[in-house]
T-cell receptor, first 114, second 111 residues
């Protein structure tokens, strides 16, 4: 157990639907990062939050949004889902706002859009 | 596009042999990190090397960094079946706050 908790582990949903992925960072970590992993695109950075504020945005579609709450957990919302959104979604956390101590990854949410 | 690219894409070795994989990147970095991912699982941080370091060791892992060539290598010595996994390099670009990952090297250790 890495200390980063992601729920749910698996999600199967239909095209056009909306889902919410949840992440609880490791205790004491202020940063949360979201990544999407697919076979054709590899690991793609989506968004970074630090202590409740958005710090950086990557290749995140407009249909996707995220937030980090006062208790530091984060949610990634995916809407108007398409078949191509099927992927593993990882959350990672770090103690500060940079990568200098490395990231701790959760076990991921496998999203299948049918 | 990916900041780092690993080479080779896949590697198959016998237990007890050494495994070497390389990573090349494009822009100046603060640090370079290596992660391991077992099939379908989360990534695990292995080792971090800062841009002013040239070599670092951790157990059976040895990482080198050549900033003039923008490349790094990860050596796993005396490999074990449990080392079977995908290995990713990740770079933290100067002025950036996130890690960019390469496509990974898949290592298979045969018993």
């Amino acid at each position: 157990d890495s200390g980063v908790t992601q729920t749910p582990k698996h999600l199967i949903t239909a095209t056009g639907q909306r889902v919410t992925l949840r992440c609880s960072p490791r205790s004491g970590d202020l940063s949360v990062y979201w990544y999407q992993q697919s076979l054709d695109q590899g690991l793609q950075f989506l968004i970074h939050y630090y202590n409740g504020e958005e710090r950086a945005k990557g290749n995140i579609l407009e249909r996707f949004s995220a937030q980090q709450f006062p208790d530091l957990h984060s949610e990634l919302n995916l809407s108007s889902l398409e078949l191509g959104d099927s992927a593993l979604y990882f959350c990672a956390s770090s103690v500060g706002g940079s990568s200098i101590y490395g990231y701790t990854f959760g076990s991921g949410t496998r999203l299948t859009v049918v | 596009s990916q900041q780092g690219e690993e080479d080779p894409q896949a590697l198959s070795i016998q237990e007890g042999e050494n495994a070497t994989m390389n990573c090349s990147y494009k822009t100046s970095i603060n640090n370079l990190q290596w992660y391991r991912q077992n099939s379908g699982r989360g990534l695990v941080h292995l080792i971090l090397i800062r841009s002013n370091e040239r070599e670092k060791h951790s157990g059976r892992l040895r990482v080198t960094l050549d900033t003039s060539k923008k490349s790094s290598s990860l050596l796993i010595t005396a490999s074990r079946a449990a080392d079977t996994a995908s290995y990713f390099c990740a770079t933290d670009k100067k002025g950036d706050y996130k890690l960019s990952f390469g496509a990974g090297t898949t290592v298979t250790v045969r018993a």
